[in-house]
């Protein structure tokens, strides 16, 4: 059973940073996607940023230039890195990894991290 847990979440003041964690556990054979969305109230839940087995990062409009995604597989983690963020950003975030054991697709999540970003 693959778990996913984030940390780092927390209030931040517009222009600042934030760094966004998410500690990987458990077997994952074929990774098909990896990556952090968001959800904000009354919204959707969207794509924030992700990286796809085809080797292609992708990040929403709204933050490029600003968020990092990166991994680090010695530590089975993902990270999510938050610069001059906006009032606009504020949500919850969530960890994502889609994949595939024996034909079949899995689609794991985290259970988010709230972040407010606010003076």
């Known amino acids: 059973q693959v778990q996913l847990v984030e940390s780092g979440g927390g209030l931040v003041q517009p222009g600042g940073s934030l760094r966004l964690s998410c500690v990987v556990s458990g077997s994952i054979f074929h990774i098909v996607s990896m990556g952090w969305y968001r959800q904000s109230l009354g919204k959707q839940r969207e794509l924030v940023a992700n990286?796809?087995?085809?080797?292609?990062?992708n990040y929403h409009d709204s933050v490029k230039g600003r968020f990092t995604f990166s991994r680090d597989n010695a530590k089975n983690t993902l990270y999510l890195q938050m610069n001059d963020p906006k009032p606009e950003d504020t949500a919850v975030y969530y960890c994502?990894?889609?994949?595939?054991?024996?034909?079949?697709?899995?689609?794991?999540w985290g259970r988010g991290t709230q972040v407010t970003v606010s003076s």
């Open positions: 994502n990894i889609v994949h595939r054991y024996y034909g079949l697709e899995y689609d794991s």
């Open positions: 990286s796809t087995s085809d080797g292609d990062t």
